[in-house]
T-cell receptor, first 113, second 114 residues
């Protein structure tokens, strides 16, 4: 079992609310990632980070933002949640070069009403 | 366009039976191919990883094969158990970027019945 944690596991929230999805890993990995996954669909990369103070947007356009102030912490924030943001959000991390195996957290299932 | 296609989309088998899942990809230049298992409501967990020079890799009852010439991979599950019920995702990495871009299939949803 990988040492990568996400909270909350489930979140139901109203439109317009600001939310932060937490992701922490204790493996000392430099690279961290956020993916969005809808039921029956593939994972889409929305943000990634090479290390502290490094953040990049992924392939799928997202209105969310991320920060990387500490190696172990990679939170994702939505300033104003909308129903279109309803999805599962998966955080992952990897060591060394980008082609190393990524270890995934359990995910956060977000429902925006 | 780099893509990963998996078949079948879903599969139901009886406990104790074997099954084979397929993955075809067009990712180039190819770096490696991974099979992940994703239980419902959980994050994916890596089962196997194969590079260009490897054509088979086993992990317990899971055996993955890779044909880099035809760009096909399969995951064979032997003597299935109820706990094998999950989505199995094929993930291909390219070597054309520093990040090691990952391309995900949509997964095969396997259900094992008692």
């Amino acid at each position: 079992e990988a040492d990568i944690y996400q909270t909350p596991r489930y979140l139901v929230i109203g439109t317009g609310k600001k939310i932060t999805l937490e992701c922490s890993q204790t493996m000392g990995h430099d690279k961290m990632y956020w993916y969005q996954q809808d039921p029956g669909m593939e994972l889409h990369l929305i943000h990634y980070s090479y290390g502290v103070n490094s953040t990049e947007k992924g392939d799928l356009s997202s209105e969310s933002t991320v920060s990387r102030i500490r190696t172990e912490h990679f939170p994702l924030t939505l300033e104003s949640a909308r129903p279109s943001h309803t999805s599962q959000y998966l955080c992952a991390s990897s060591a060394g070069e980008g082609r190393e195996t990524q270890y995934f957290g359990p995910g956060t299932r977000l429902l925006v009403l | 366009k780099n893509q990963v296609e998996q078949s079948p989309q879903s599969l139901i088998i009886l406990e104790g039976k074997n099954c084979t899942l397929q993955c075809n990809y067009t990712v180039s230049p190819f770096s490696n191919l991974r099979w992940y298992k994703q239980d419902t409501g959980r994050g994916p967990v890596s089962l196997t990883i194969m590079t260009f020079s490897e054509n088979t890799k086993s992990n317990g009852r899971y055996t993955a094969t890779l044909d880099a010439d035809t760009k096909q991979s399969s995951l064979h599950i032997t003597a299935s158990q109820l706990s094998d019920s999950a989505s199995y995702i094929c993930v291909v990495s390219d070597r054309g970027s520093t990040l090691g871009r990952l391309y995900f299939g949509r997964g095969t949803q396997l259900t094992v019945w008692p």
